[in-house]
């Protein structure tokens, strides 16, 4: 007697019935990726341009002399302050990532082992502030900066400090909410206080939600023009680099766009690159920090 033999699956009649389906989502993540990468290409693309250039045909290839571009860095990088707007842009974010992880993994910490009406309270206040748009909150904000004397980097650290937490608390509580009490109990046998078992024990296995939160607040940090130019200005010396670039327009409107845009390269190259070398974590993070959520 012979086996019996199963029907082996139609593959190719199953890959021709999804042939249009999957090249009309081809199509579209085409056309999302053109979107999304059509502004920095002409940001890129005008870097290297005269004003007059840009202003007659700023979608034109730059196919004239390159060294109007090379013109346009030294231009931008010539503008008083720009090097200490670097210096600042780098410490803000640095100090603001560093802050919102840290905290905001000690709060979530807090929130998901300590079941009370309390923690209950204020997980959800820090949800309802995610959906709270900025422009709500701004002048009252700006007020109470001005009262505090927030108008310094270490200021401006604590208010992305309030704004960021939302998100990163919602994430890390329901990382952490994945996690066995049983781990924390076994360290605690073994003589680990409740900190050493937060350190020891906890942090560690929150690395993947930490690394995208981390991420992801470099990139709203770095590239926020808004926060920093209400709270801190542009007649102080602590400006960003995305504020300086607005000292680029003149009192009469007149702007220089070629250096503009050469100072925009230099600013969105730099989380550019360090997003490329974190993106892997994104998706892991976002998965892990939001099914429990």
Not at 55 to 67: S, V
Not at 74 to 99: H, K, N, P, Y
Not at 103 to 119: D, E, G, H, M
Not at 175 to 182: H, N, Q, W
Request: charged fraction near 10%; aromatic fraction near 14%.
């Amino acid at each position: 007697m012979t086996a019996p033999t199963l029907d082996k699956p139609h593959t190719k009649e199953r890959s021709t019935s999804r042939g249009p389906a999957a090249l009309f989502i081809y199509a579209v993540l085409a056309f999302l990726t053109l979107v999304f990468l059509g502004p920095i290409f002409f940001i890129f693309m005008n870097a290297f341009k005269n004003k007059l250039a840009i202003a007659n045909d700023p979608f034109a290839i730059p196919l004239g002399d390159m060294w109007v571009g090379l013109e346009n860095f030294v231009t931008g990088l010539m503008r008083q302050g720009f090097g200490w707007a670097i210096v600042w842009s780098f410490t803000i974010t640095i100090l603001s990532v560093i802050a919102i992880v840290f905290f905001s993994a000690l709060t979530a910490y807090y929130i998901v082992r300590v079941k009370t009406w309390w923690t209950n309270a204020l997980y959800y206040m820090f949800v309802f502030s995610m959906v709270i748009p900025f422009q709500m909150v701004m002048f009252p904000t700006v007020k109470i900066a001005d009262m505090l004397n927030l108008a310094n980097p270490i200021g401006i650290v604590v208010l992305y400090l309030g704004f960021g937490s939302g998100l990163s608390v919602f994430m890390f509580v329901g990382f952490i909410k994945s996690i066995p009490l049983e781990i924390e109990e076994a360290a605690m046998i073994d003589g680990c206080s409740p900190l050493q078992n937060y350190f020891r024990v906890v942090l560690p296995m929150c690395k993947p939600t930490a690394i995208t939160v981390a991420i992801l607040n470099a990139m709203w940090v770095w590239n926020d023009y808004l926060l920093p130019y209400l709270v801190i200005g542009l007649s102080t010396r602590y400006k960003t680099i995305p504020v300086l670039i607005q000292s680029f327009v003149g009192s009469h409107g007149n702007r220089d766009m070629g250096a503009m845009m050469a100072m925009l390269v230099l600013a969105i190259i730099p989380i550019i690159v360090f997003y490329m070398s974190a993106q892997k974590y994104i998706i892991e993070g976002v998965a892990a920090g939001a099914v429990k959520g």
